[in-house]
């Protein structure tokens, strides 16, 4: 009887190897304390301990920085591209429109004012790549 107690399962977690049972305490005024959590959000990190483990025993820390204007300029182009899909989209039911509606002549008229106003939009769009390559080469790290 008493083997088949040691067989049973006891529950629980099983223990670690190596335990980490020794505890520090330390206290930070205002401004080292702000220091503090400034280095710990820059260092991506999701416990303090393991940031003081870290630092004190000068393991590498890695830094992650999300730049929150490249954030917002992708945002931004990538509402532009689906803008530009519409206007895409309304481009040809126009055309559409236009060609069955009107005559020959008022047709071409309505054509011409389309053609120039499409003209000014490529060109805003070119302006856009060109500001978008200039963004990735200056700021995105590769």
């Known amino acids: 009887?008493?083997?088949?107690?040691?067989?049973?399962?006891?529950?629980?977690?099983?223990?670690?190897?190596?335990?980490?049972?020794?505890?520090?305490?330390?206290?930070?005024?205002?401004?080292?304390?702000?220091?503090?959590?400034?280095?710990?959000?820059?260092?991506?990190?999701?416990?303090?301990?393991?940031?003081?483990?870290?630092?004190?025993?000068?393991?590498?820390?890695k830094v992650v920085k999300v730049d929150k204007a490249a954030m917002d300029y992708y945002m931004r182009l990538t509402t532009f591209h689906s803008q530009f899909y519409a206007i895409g989209v309304n481009y040809n039911q126009i055309t559409k429109a236009i060609k069955s509606t009107f005559t020959s002549?008022?047709?071409?008229?309505?054509l011409y004012k389309l053609e120039k106003t499409t003209m000014e939009l490529v060109t805003i769009n070119q302006k856009i790549i060109a500001l978008t390559k200039e963004f990735e080469e200056k700021w995105l790290q590769k």
């Open 1 to 61: 009887m008493a083997t088949e107690k040691k067989n049973q399962h006891q529950g629980g977690r099983k223990p670690k190897s190596n335990p980490a049972i020794f505890r520090y305490s330390v206290s930070f005024n205002a401004t080292e304390h702000a220091e503090f959590l400034s280095r710990f959000e820059q260092s991506g990190l999701k416990v303090k301990a393991h940031f003081i483990a870290s630092c004190i025993f000068n393991r590498q820390l």
């Open 105 to 110: 002549k008022k047709a071409l008229a309505f």
